[in-house]
């Protein structure tokens, strides 16, 4: 009998590129909060400080590293200091990030409420224009629409707020079985609600990402080990990401793959 998996797919960086979105609204909400701060603390000296309208290459290095959407508006935060050593935030992006937080002395949650309230306000305004910022990579919705054909269902796990991601699924006529935004708690907390009271033999689960650190933690994460990893080759990669996965039991997932059958699937 085929397998009817579910599925279950991180959004930004698999399902969707939104780099054009991200600078967007982090520039943005990093330029708020500035403006509605105190000086910042340390070595920021207002003066010098300039966040382009265009993103800087950093970002897009640094976009693999970032995990949650508050650390996106600090990160544009950061890339505006003249100063900014991108080399040491690359080498050691958790120490980094912690000094960052101290240096502007906001909170996760006034990043985060900055990024939120920025996109609502995009979304109420002109959300044809929000909704442009986005694009599904290529064969994603054709692929999608192809799943319930093969009695496979599936879900989308994301640190974005789910009503944003809701939006731009609902834009593109696309319905998930469920949706699972970063106010449903951490993924592998999400992965294993999903799990508790099925039978992996009967509806295995399958987990699609583009954060390799995520699937690592999935990996060592005790009570999830009937969860089938998939690392994207798409998505917002490091530099050696795609390297020596399948001691740790990801599974590798290009574009052919995914386009096959998931009776074929690797
Ligand atoms: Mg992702």
């Known amino acids: 009998m085929p397998e009817r998996p579910l599925l279950v797919f991180d959004f930004d960086g698999v399902l ?3 780099m054009a979105e991200y600078w967007w609204s982090a520039r943005r909400a990093a330029l708020a909060l500035v403006a509605h701060s105190a000086a ?9 400080w300039h966040l382009p309208e265009q993103a800087p290459p950093g970002f897009a290095l640094l976009r693999p590293l970032i995990h949650k959407g508050w650390e996106m508006v600090l990160m544009a935060a950061e890339l505006g200091r003249p100063d900014l050593d991108l080399d040491a935030a690359l080498a050691d992006y958790d120490t980094f990030l912690g000094a960052a937080l101290r240096r502007w002395g906001w909170t996760t949650a006034q990043l985060q409420q900055a990024l939120e309230g920025l996109r609502a306000e995009a979304i109420a305004t002109d959300p044809d224009a929000w909704l442009a910022l986005h694009r599904f990579y290529p ?3 054709e692929r ?3 799943l319930a054909a093969e009695g496979a269902d599936w879900a989308v796990l994301t640190t974005k707020g789910g009503a944003f991601a809701s939006r731009l699924l609902a834009a593109a006529g696309l319905t998930p079985l469920a949706l699972y935004g970063h ?5 592998p907390s999400v992965l294993a609600r999903l799990l508790a009271g099925h039978d992996p033999a009967e509806r295995p689960l399958w987990f699609v990402e583009d954060r390799r650190p995520t699937l690592e933690l999935v990996r060592r994460t005790p009570g999830l080990e009937a969860v089938r990893c ?9 530099p050696g990401d795609g390297e020596g996965l399948a001691p740790l ?7 052919a793959g995914f386009a096959a059958p998931l009776a074929l699937w690797p």
């Not at 106010?183 to 993924?187: I, Y």
């Not at 039991?249 to 574009?255: A, M, Q």
Request: hydrophobic content about 40%.
């Open 183 to 187: 106010e449903q708690g951490s993924k």
């Open 144 to 146: 999608l629409d192809r």
């Open 139 to 141: 064969g994603v919705e």
């Open 249 to 255: 039991g990801i599974r590798w997932l290009e574009p």
């Open 230 to 238: 998939y690392l994207v080759s798409w998505g917002y990669l490091g």
């Open 40 to 48: 910042p603390a340390g070595s920021v000296a207002p003066a010098a």
């Open 16 to 18: 969707v590129d939104g």
